[in-house]
């Protein structure tokens, strides 16, 4: 965990930065009282070697999404320049559950390994990750991708345009676009938007309602578990020392709110899985947003520099007119 | 002092130039209209590196902004006035500055804006923009200084 900082630090360090600044040091107040207190984000765990691939999570999403689900409106408009917009339609393949698609948020992806010179086949389901600092919803240009206190990621249907940013800056290519729904259909359909954005919401309305999500209920296996972060990170270590296993998600992209243990090497494990389109990889991910958190740093220093350079000049032209 | 004039012209063209543009990138439009597909222009649809170049003219422009703040209050406010035209331009500047930190602010790890909030933000931020862009070129074409 390279560049994390704190909003506590960011505040700190912006206010003292900016002693000289009162410009600055106001920003940081206004921000910081827009901002709410912190709640520790909810993290699931999930434990692979448990995982017997029955899917009933699977259908158990679908079961408790299904009227989140996009009903399209057909034909489609127009969309130009008509080589450059591709048209993305699943209505019509609801029943794709191998990967990841508006009308499916989790799949099981299947890998064999090694273990002990034995060959043991392993099933892992996926999702969104929930990503600590979401590039999908810190990128998105409208607001319509959103993260929620407890860490959970999402994406308002109703504000959504379907441009796939959110999927071409997450390192995991998780949003999958229908098109001929949507906000767009209201504006320029035929020159900006290409329909809305789905993917794994971990249930926000069952959470809001005290109800866990569905696919953790619904697995025979208990294969996840939904906690604060650092009980689940405890639990998740303890469960690796003991299965002499690895984890992967605590750290990928600075940090997730997906942590799975599994008894084989996650490098092994992407190397057997199919991946491609709506199936995603397992590599070791860097932190996407640590340039621009740099950056931000960084910006502190600038209203400094300004003032350091006026003052320099106004003492080069003092000493110019004695 | 003529020259750091131009140089301060220079760099804030430059600046507002770049920061235009890779603000304007941060919306999936230019692959779509094969802007991207100019040789050369192929970065402009790439969202990280158009994030970071917004990113570092938004320094750029802070420096400028605050040393040219600074200048005028301690070394110009009797020599020049600000036009009513400047003021329009300074008081878009810092609404786009302000909002733009926020917006900085907001993109870091357990950083949690109402969902309102960063649409507001988002929107306000893209009307500065395009309001200065528009008082920026009446000033060019009318010949409007923002100082006299
Ligand atoms: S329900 Fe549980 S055991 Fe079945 S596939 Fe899903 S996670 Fe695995
Ligand atoms: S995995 Fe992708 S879609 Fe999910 S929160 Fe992270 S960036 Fe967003
Ligand atoms: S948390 Fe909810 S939306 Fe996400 S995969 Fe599980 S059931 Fe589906």
Known sequence: ?322 | MKTTGKTRKYIYTITLFFITLSGFAQMPIFKRYYIADIPGFGWLAQFYVTHIMHYIAAIVLIALVTYILIDFMFNRSRLIKITRTGYLGILVLAGLIVTGVLMVFKNLSNIYFGHTTIIVLDLTHLSLCMMLLFVSFYSVIRKKSWVI
């Not at chain 1, 290519?173 to 290409?194: M, S, V, W």
């Not at chain 1, 919401?201 to 953790?216: F, M, Q, S, T």
């Not at chain 1, 996840?224 to 690895?246: D, F, V």
């Open chain 1, 1 to 322: 965990m390279t560049s994390k900082i704190s909003r506590r630090a960011f505040l700190k360090g912006s206010i003292t930065a900016a002693g000289s600044v009162v410009a600055t040091t106001g920003i940081a107040r206004a921000a910081k009282s827009i901002t709410r207190e912190k709640q520790e984000p909810l993290v699931t765990l999930l434990d692979i070697s448990k995982c017997i691939g029955c899917e009933e999570c699977v259908f158990a999403c679908q079961q408790a999404n299904a009227d989140k689900y996009p009903e399209p409106e057909k034909p489609f408009p127009k969309m130009y320049p008509t080589s450059k917009v591709p048209v993305e339609d699943w209505s019509d393949k609801k029943d794709v559950i191998d990967r990841l698609t508006p009308y499916n948020w989790l799949f099981i992806q299947h890998a064999s390994a090694i273990v002990n010179g034995e060959q043991i086949d392993l099933t892992i389901p996926r999702r969104c990750m929930h990503c600590d600092n979401p590039p999908c919803v810190k990128l998105c240009p409208w607001g319509s991708a959103k993260q929620e206190e407890n860490g959970l990621s999402r994406i308002d249907p109703d504000l959504c345009l379907g441009g796939s940013k959110c999927k071409t800056v997450c390192p995991w290519k998780i949003p999958e676009r229908q098109t001929g729904t949507g906000l767009y259909l209201n504006l320029l359909p035929a020159f900006a938007g290409n329909g809305v954005m789905y993917k794994c919401d971990r249930c926000y309305n069952r959470l809001e309602k005290g109800e866990v999500p569905a696919c953790i209920e619904a697995c025979p296996e208990d294969v996840q578990t939904i906690g604060p972060r650092s009980e689940i990170l405890k639990k998740a270590h303890a469960l690796a020392r003991e299965m002499n296993g690895y984890i992967y998600g605590e750290n990928e992209n600075g940090g997730t709110n997906t942590i799975y243990v599994s008894p084989v090497p996650f490098e092994e494990l992407n190397k057997s899985i199919e991946k491609g389109k709506g199936k995603p990889h397992l590599n070791k991910v860097k932190d996407m947003m640590a340039d621009g958190t740099n950056l931000a740093k960084a910006m502190i220093l600038a209203p400094i520099a300004g003032v350091a350079a006026a003052f320099g000049k106004f003492y080069l032209s003092s000493k110019e007119d004695k």
